[in-house]
């Protein structure tokens, strides 16, 4: 099997019906773009920058961060490379970021809302990543939004910045997407409103769906509701699709559920059109995609959405359309 993947390596990801889609990878750090290479991934769908942070004693400088995001972008050449800008809290702690200990975290000071209640620190990545878009095709996204204030305002800040650099004579990229990752309920049900806005969705499951299932993605005492094909989930996924390509805009996943075999079908169905995962899903994620017709996954998804009631009835359903 690894061989069939191998000749794979190459070439671009279409369906048995000629469709293109995108097949990405997530990476947390440059050192990540060897797996992306060998796995011939077309982009970087999620670069979780939150890494740089953790892996150091204090706050990154400007010039850190630069490095790091123009080795991404060189490294990828002409593919495109989504940044998220810093998703710390939650799980994720910085020593030198003195959080209130909180009684939810997941629910908590986290992602965005640190970054616009600390300008300063946010306006650092901004600019580092605004100077290193003129070395590739940077698209940067925003983690954790529920509210279009949140991202209109984070999107002012971007521009702000911007407009800073080239008065200083800075080089930045013209062709410049921004977008959001859609990892809140509010977010995904009024995705319509946000489509408008922004240049790009990607869906963000992991946390998607713990919050649409009020089920922590790390209490294995409750996992048995962490349910990627409960159709309620498949059914925000739909509404956030739907809502981007009404007005002219892609929608992506990045969540674990992109290179989930199960949930492929389905969303290939849905009209996903970019999908990220781990480097080491692409190639067998390519070769399940080949052998996939998008008009017959548009029927599964159809029916997955309105006529089952649960998960298990959704999973019964990719088993037969797909064997
Ligand atoms: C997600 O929530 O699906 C996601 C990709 O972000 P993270 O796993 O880093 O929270
Ligand atoms: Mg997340």
Redesign the pocket.
């Known amino acids: 099997q690894r061989a069939e993947w191998d000749k794979l390596k190459n070439e671009e990801t279409v369906t048995a019906d000629g469709k293109h889609v995108e097949l990405a990878a997530n990476i947390g750090t440059p050192k990540d773009l060897d797996g992306v290479n060998n796995n011939g991934a077309e982009a970087v769908g999620l670069y979780r920058t939150e890494f740089l942070y953790m892996d150091s004693n204090e706050f990154p400088t400007e010039e850190d961060q630069f490095q790091a995001y123009k080795a991404v972008l060189e490294g990828m050449g002409d593919r495109p490379v989504v940044v998220r800008t810093m998703?710390i809290g939650g799980d994720k702690e910085l020593p030198y970021l003195d959080l209130p200990k909180e009684m939810n975290p997941f629910l908590g000071y986290r992602a965005i809302r640190i970054c616009l209640a600390e300008p300063d620190m946010f306006r650092t990545q901004l600019r580092a990543l605004l100077r290193a878009s003129a070395y590739g095709t940077l698209r940067i996204m925003f983690?954790?939004i529920a509210t279009l204030k949140e991202f209109r305002e984070a999107k002012a800040m971007l521009m702000e910045e911007k407009e800073k650099l080239v008065n200083e004579g800075v080089e930045v990229s013209e062709d410049l997407q921004i977008g959001i990752?859609i990892?809140i309920p509010a977010a995904a049900v009024l995705a319509d409103k946000f489509a408008k806005e922004v240049d790009f969705f990607s869906i963000?499951t992991?946390?998607l769906i713990q919050y649409t299932m009020a089920a922590d993605r790390m209490n294995q005492q409750v996992s048995y509701l962490y349910q990627p094909y409960n159709p309620s989930i498949l059914r925000l996924v739909k509404n956030v699709i739907d809502a981007a390509h009404h007005e002219g805009k892609w929608a992506g996943m990045c969540?674990e559920m992109a290179g989930d075999q199960t949930a492929v079908p389905l969303l290939l169905g849905l009209g996903l059109d970019e999908f990220s995962m781990s480097a080491s899903s692409i190639l067998k994620t390519r070769s399940l995609m080949k052998r996939l017709s998008t008009k017959d996954m548009a029927e599964l998804a159809d029916k997955a959405i309105n006529e089952c009631d649960t998960a298990d009835e959704v999973v019964a359903l990719v088993e037969e359309y797909t064997k």
């Open positions: 998703d983690p954790m990752m990892e963000g992991n946390d969540g």
